[in-house]
C-alpha cells in the first residue's frame, strides 16, 4: 500500500516534470517560430534588395554603355573638329596673305585717286571759266526761247487744224475692230448634246494678225469652209488694254472742243464685249460705275475725265456742259433722266423729228448740267440702273436696249480767237478740196495720228494765212457714246416671252442700221433712217457732218462664227460710206446754261441771248 502510493509520488513527479519540459518546449517552438518569421521577413527584404540592385545594375550598366557611346562620338566629333580646325588654319593663312595683298592695293589705289583728284579739281577750274562764259550764251538762249515758244504755239495751232484734216483723209466713218479675249462661257452650255462638242464650240477661229487685219477660219461640220481676211482702220487683240484702245480715241476729243460733232459707237452680238469696252469693269448688282480712276475702265469713263482735262486749260465761264441719257428699247426713245414734280427719276417716252433743217431732235429730252466728270457719270451711273437687261444663256446681265449718251459742250468763242478759228476753217477747206480727190489707199505710209504730216506740212504758206472775219459768240458741240445691244440668235440666246420681243426689236433695229450703212456705201438716193428710232435718233452722226467711230466687237470663239461674221460685216460696209468734207458746227444760241437741268424744247421756242448766264 505504501509502495503503491510511492510509485504514485514518483509517476506524479515524473509527470510534473514531463509536463514542465512539455511546457519549456512549447516555449521553445513559440520562440523557434518567431525567429522563423523575423527570418523571413528579414529573406523578403534581402529578395527586394537583390532585387532593386539587380534593376540598379541594368541602370548601371545602360549607362555605362550610353558613356562609352558618348565618347565614341564624342571622339569622332573631336576627330572632326580637328580636321576643321586644320583647314581653318589653312583658309586663315591664306586670308591673311590676301589682306596684305589688298592692302597694299589699297595703298596704291588711294594713291591713285589722290592724283585723280588732283587732276579733276584743276578740270572743275576749268568748268568753272567755262560756266561763266556759258552763262552769257544762256541769256542769249533765253531771248531766242522767247521767239522759238511764239513760233511753237503757231506750230501747235497748225498741228491741230492738220490732225483734224488727217481725221478726215482717213475716212469720217473709222472703223475699229476689238477681238476679246476666250472667256469660260465660250464653252456652252451644261445640255449633254452640247457638252459632247464643248472643245469644237470653244476653239478659236477669229485671230487677230496686226493691227489692221483680222483672219476668221473656220472648218465646222456641216458647214461650208471660211477663210476670210478683213481689214480695218485699227484692230485690236485680245491682249490690248483698255489704255491702248483709248489712246486711239483720244484725239477725237480733241476735235469736239476744236468744233466738230463725234459720235463713238460700240456694235456687236450679246456677250462680245461691247458694254465693257464702253464702260469698263463694274459692280454687277446694281451697275454702277467707280469715281475713282480705275486701271482698266472703259472709253465713257476716260473720256469724260479727258473732256474735263482739256476743258482745265480753258476758263471755267467759257464753256457748259450737259448730258442726256436715253435708250431706244422695243423701237421707243425712254428719257432716262426724265423726272416727276417729286423729282424723283422715271424713264419717260419721247418722240424723235426732224427739224427744217433736216437734223433730228428729241423734243422736251431731259439734260442735266454738270461740272466734273464724277457728276458724268454719277448721272451714266442712275441711267444704266434704269436700262433694261434680262439674263440669257449667252450673258448673264444682256442689255435689252440701245444707250445713247450725249454730251453737248457749249463753248463761248472769244474775240481772240475767232480769227483763229476762221484761220482753221478756211485752211482745211483748201487743203481737203485736192486731198478728198485721191483714195486713202494712196496716201503715204509715214500719216499717222501722233506724228507730222509730210503732205500735208509741204503745201504753200498761203493755205494757213487768212484774215480775221466776223464770227458768232457760242459753239455746241456734241460727243455721242452708243453702247448697242447685241444681235442674238434666238436659238442660242434661249429667249422666250417678252425677252423674245426684244430681241426681235434689237435684231430689227440693228438690221435698219446696216440697211443704212448700205444705202449710204452704195450712195442711194434715199437712205432709210426713218425705219427704225435708232437709225432715227443717229441720223446726224451716220449721215450727217459728225466724226463716227464704229468699234465692232467680236468673240473669237467657233459658237459664234455666224454672229461674228455678220459683225465684221457690217463694219466692212461701214468703212465703205463716203460722207465727204465734214464741217465744224454751226454755233447755236445756248439755252439755260448755266441751271442744273432742262428740256430740249421743239423748234421755235428757243429765246436768243447774247452772253452767257452770271450764274455760270
Not at 339 to 346: A, E, H, M, S, Y
Not at 464 to 474: D, G, L, N
Request: aromatic content about 6%; charged content about 25%; proline content about 4%.
Amino acid at each position: 500500500m505504501a509502495f503503491g502510493m510511492e510509485v504514485k509520488r514518483l509517476l506524479e513527479l515524473r509527470l510534473r516534470q514531463l509536463e514542465r519540459t512539455l511546457r519549456g518546449k512549447e516555449e521553445r517552438i513559440v520562440q523557434l517560430e518567431t525567429e522563423n518569421a523575423l527570418l523571413h521577413l528579414k529573406l523578403a527584404k534581402c529578395r527586394g534588395s537583390v532585387k532593386d540592385s539587380k534593376e540598379e545594375t541594368t541602370c548601371l550598366r545602360r549607362h555605362l554603355e550610353d558613356v562609352r557611346n558618348i565618347q565614341k562620338n564624342t571622339g569622332c566629333q573631336l576627330s572632326q573638329l580637328f580636321a576643321g580646325v586644320k583647314v581653318l588654319k589653312q583658309e586663315l593663312k591664306s586670308l591673311h596673305s590676301l589682306a596684305i595683298d589688298l592692302s597694299d592695293q589699297f595703298q596704291e589705289k588711294c594713291k591713285a585717286t589722290l592724283k585723280e583728284f588732283l587732276t579733276v579739281t584743276e578740270k572743275q577750274h576749268l568748268l568753272t571759266i567755262d560756266t561763266n562764259n556759258l552763262q552769257g550764251q544762256v541769256f542769249q538762249l533765253e531771248k531766242s526761247l522767247q521767239e522759238v515758244s511764239g513760233k511753237y504755239t503757231a506750230e501747235k495751232n497748225k498741228r491741230k487744224m492738220l490732225h483734224n484734216a488727217l481725221i478726215e483723209l482717213r475716212g469720217n466713218i473709222r472703223v475699229h475692230c476689238r477681238v476679246r479675249p476666250s472667256l469660260p462661257f465660250d464653252s456652252g452650255n451644261d445640255d449633254t448634246s452640247i457638252s459632247e462638242r464643248r472643245g469644237t464650240a470653244s476653239e478659236r477661229v477669229i485671230h487677230w494678225i496686226d493691227d489692221e487685219t483680222v483672219h476668221v477660219k473656220c472648218n465646222r461640220p456641216g458647214h461650208t469652209m471660211v477663210n476670210k481676211m478683213f481689214q480695218f482702220d485699227r484692230v485690236y487683240s485680245p491682249g490690248d488694254s483698255q489704255e491702248s484702245m483709248f489712246e486711239e480715241v483720244r484725239p477725237l476729243l480733241t476735235s469736239v472742243l476744236d468744233g466738230y460733232n463725234v459720235c463713238i459707237m460700240a456694235y456687236g452680238q450679246t456677250g462680245s464685249g461691247k458694254t465693257y469696252t464702253m464702260f469698263g469693269p463694274h459692280s454687277k448688282e446694281n451697275f454702277s460705275l467707280f469715281p475713282e480712276p480705275q486701271f482698266d475702265e472703259g472709253i465713257i469713263p476716260k473720256a469724260a475725265r479727258e473732256l474735263y482735262r482739256l476743258l482745265s486749260n480753258r476758263p471755267h465761264e467759257t464753256h457748259s456742259v450737259k448730258v442726256s441719257i436715253v435708250e431706244v428699247y422695243n423701237n421707243e426713245i425712254i428719257d432716262l433722266l426724265a423726272k416727276d414734280n417729286d423729282g424723283t427719276v422715271l424713264g419717260v417716252k419721247r418722240d424723235i423729228l426732224t427739224t427744217n433743217t433736216g437734223a433730228s431732235e428729241v423734243p422736251w429730252l431731259t439734260y442735266e448740267h454738270v461740272e466734273n466728270p464724277t457728276s458724268i457719270l454719277n448721272l451714266i451711273t442712275h441711267g444704266l440702273q434704269r436700262r433694261t437687261k434680262h439674263p440669257t444663256l449667252v450673258h448673264e446681265h444682256s442689255s435689252r436696249s440701245h444707250l445713247v449718251i450725249t454730251i453737248t459742250i457749249t463753248t463761248k468763242v472769244s474775240a481772240v480767237n475767232r480769227s483763229e478759228v476762221q484761220m482753221k476753217k478756211t485752211s482745211e477747206s483748201n487743203i481737203l478740196q485736192p486731198l478728198q480727190r485721191q483714195s486713202c489707199k494712196q496716201l503715204p505710209s509715214t500719216i499717222t495720228d501722233n506724228n507730222s504730216v509730210p503732205l500735208l506740212l509741204s503745201l504753200p504758206a498761203k493755205h494757213f494765212i487768212t484774215e480775221a472775219t466776223k464770227f458768232p459768240e457760242y459753239l455746241e458741240t456734241k460727243l455721242q457714246l452708243v453702247d448697242l445691244a447685241g444681235s442674238e440668235c434666238v436659238g442660242m440666246s434661249g429667249v422666250t416671252g417678252t425677252a423674245l420681243r426684244e430681241t426681235s426689236f434689237i435684231n430689227r433695229s440693228l438690221s435698219a442700221l446696216s440697211d443704212v450703212l448700205g444705202a449710204l456705201a452704195e450712195q442711194r438716193s434715199h437712205v432709210p433712217y426713218r425705219n427704225s428710232k435708232l437709225t432715227h435718233l443717229l441720223q446726224d452722226s451716220i449721215g450727217g457732218d459728225a466724226k463716227l467711230l464704229v468699234i465692232v466687237c467680236v468673240s473669237p470663239a467657233q459658237k459664234y462664227t455666224t454672229e461674228s461674221l455678220q459683225s465684221l460685216g457690217f463694219g466692212t460696209r461701214a468703212r465703205q460710206v463716203q460722207k465727204g468734207h465734214l464741217r465744224k458746227k454751226n454755233p447755236v444760241i445756248p439755252e439755260n446754261i448755266g441751271g442744273r437741268s432742262s428740256q430740249n424744247k421743239p423748234q421755235g421756242t428757243q429765246r436768243s441771248v447774247s452772253n452767257f448766264t452770271s450764274d455760270q
